[in-house]
């Protein structure tokens, strides 16, 4: 079974711009998280979508958005980066079916916002 | 969320057994205890879970106090591969209510050959 796919790896930006990013969950899963990776506050949640649905939401400012397609596919959105914005950002799946379903991450896409 | 304690860093070599000690003394009574570890440029990978007794997988055991204010994660023998962050991270169950996991700042675990 093919794992958690993010795409593309690395991405380099300027101040300003906006980025979408690209999720792949496993087959079958139908929740997506994301979350945020920074050297300074570690690993911080940003948002899940389960059946194309927010189910929950970080602390995060509105600049930071997402959407699940049909397919389960999802993709986060950044507008009007900020240099603190430079983060590794994992995207995880999970089946949420039953007490053990946990969570299969991916291995990133290192966002650098110059 | 309930906060965690773990120490910084340890280090053990490579074949024998690993002991990574968590503190969760605010746990609620709904929360299990879930580890999480991060090997170097990869995502997190999940470990094990455990609500309130002792628990093994393939990859490793979990020891989980009677007052469920600590758990201690035991890797029986070692590899290089073990070397990674390890995460403890008390949570509600997916069943439970959404899914979200706070992590801390983690274990970092040094193997030597």
């Known amino acids: 079974k093919a794992g958690v796919t993010q795409t593309p790896r690395y991405l380099i930006k300027t101040r300003g711009q906006q980025v979408t990013l690209s999720c792949s969950p496993i087959s079958g899963h139908r929740s997506v998280s994301w979350y945020q990776q920074t050297p300074g506050q570690g690993l911080q949640f940003l948002f899940e979508?389960?059946?194309?649905?927010?189910?929950n939401k970080g602390n995060f400012p509105g600049r930071f958005s997402g959407r699940q397609f049909s397919n389960s596919r999802s993709e986060m959105n950044v507008s009007t980066l900020e240099l603190g914005d430079s983060a590794l950002y994992l995207c995880?799946?999970?089946?949420?079916?039953?007490?053990?379903?946990?969570?299969?991450f991916g291995n990133g896409t290192r966002l650098t916002v110059t | 969320d309930a906060k965690t304690t773990q120490p910084n860093s340890m280090e053990s070599n490579e074949e024998e057994p690993v002991h990574l000690p968590c503190n969760h003394s605010?746990?609620?009574?709904?929360?299990?205890i879930h580890w999480y570890r991060q090997l170097p440029s990869q995502g997190p990978e999940y470990v094990i879970h455990g609500l309130t007794s002792n628990v093994n997988n393939r990859m490793a055991s979990l020891a989980i106090a009677e007052d469920r204010k600590s758990s201690t994660l035991i890797l029986h023998r070692a590899t290089l591969r073990d070397a990674a962050v390890y995460y403890c991270?008390?949570?509600?169950?997916?069943?439970?209510?959404?899914?979200?996991?706070?992590f801390g700042q983690g274990t970092r675990l040094t193997i030597n050959p």
């Open positions: 605010t746990i609620s009574g709904t929360d299990y």
């Open positions: 979508y389960f059946s194309e649905t927010q189910r």
């Open positions: 995880a799946s999970s089946s949420r079916q039953g007490e053990n379903s946990p969570l299969h």
């Open positions: 991270i008390p949570t509600i169950t997916p069943l439970q209510g959404a899914q979200k996991l706070v």
